[in-house]
């Protein structure tokens, strides 16, 4: 294998050792300035956005068995890594397509599992990370909220007669 063939499927390799998601995007029609404010906007979640080469890519892909997404690699191919946040980028990446009618996703994998470009369309309306987060958090405190009112209640309602007493006199 030639050396620079050898260099860009490394390269490859470890972009996609950047995150346990990566999505595979078409990039045709898009020019510099474009690309920039894509990248840009991934950046803010945390994501990269690298122009790859289809053979490249299904080398690198064929180590990590998803050798599947293969069957989506033809014409311009991107691919978008990075970020803890795989809706999350999803998200920015359908927002950029809405306002440009550009970069359209053609699949993508998370973990070890291929998804369709249906697929990725989904997982970019689930709530974000932070989103997640926080509904977590108020599921874990609801409870204990609910347990210090009942515990406090017969207490509350001794010092309300307490007081009524004495007002009364």
């Given at each position: 294998?030639?050396p620079?063939?050898?260099?860009?499927?490394?390269?490859t390799?470890?972009?996609l050792?950047?995150?346990?998601?990566?999505?595979?995007?078409?990039?045709?029609?898009?020019?510099?300035?474009?690309?920039?404010?894509?990248?840009?906007?991934?950046?803010e979640?945390?994501?990269?956005?690298?122009?790859?080469?289809?053979?490249s890519?299904?080398?690198?892909?064929?180590?990590?068995?998803?050798?599947?997404?293969s069957?989506?690699?033809?014409?311009?191919?991107?691919?978008?890594v990075?970020?803890?946040d795989?809706?999350?980028?999803?998200?920015?990446?359908?927002?950029y397509?809405?306002?440009?009618?550009?970069?359209?996703?053609?699949?993508?994998?998370?973990?070890?599992?291929?998804?369709?470009?249906?697929?990725?369309?989904q997982?970019?309306?689930?709530?974000?990370?932070?989103?997640?987060?926080?509904?977590?958090l108020?599921l874990i405190?609801?409870p204990?909220?609910q347990?210090?009112?009942?515990?406090s209640?017969?207490?509350?309602?001794?010092?309300?007669?307490?007081?009524?007493?004495?007002?009364?006199?």
């Amino acid at each position: 294998m030639r050396p620079e063939k050898a260099y860009l499927i490394e390269e490859t390799s470890n972009h996609l050792a950047k995150s346990d998601y990566f999505f595979v995007t078409d990039y045709q029609g898009i020019n510099a300035e474009e690309t920039t404010e894509l990248r840009k906007s991934l950046a803010e979640k945390g994501a990269e956005f690298h122009v790859v080469k289809n053979s490249s890519l299904k080398l690198a892909t064929k180590d990590k068995d998803i050798s599947e997404i293969s069957d989506h690699l033809s014409g311009h191919t991107a691919i978008v890594v990075g970020g803890d946040d795989a809706s999350g980028v999803a998200k920015a990446l359908g927002n950029y397509f809405k306002k440009t009618d550009k970069v359209t996703v053609k699949a993508g994998a998370l973990g070890d599992r291929v998804l369709s470009a249906n697929e990725v369309k989904q997982l970019a309306k689930l709530p974000g990370l932070e989103s997640l987060r926080a509904q977590l958090l108020s599921l874990i405190s609801s409870p204990s909220t609910q347990l210090v009112t009942l515990l406090s209640a017969p207490s509350r309602g001794f010092v309300t007669v307490l007081k009524a007493k004495s007002e009364k006199n």
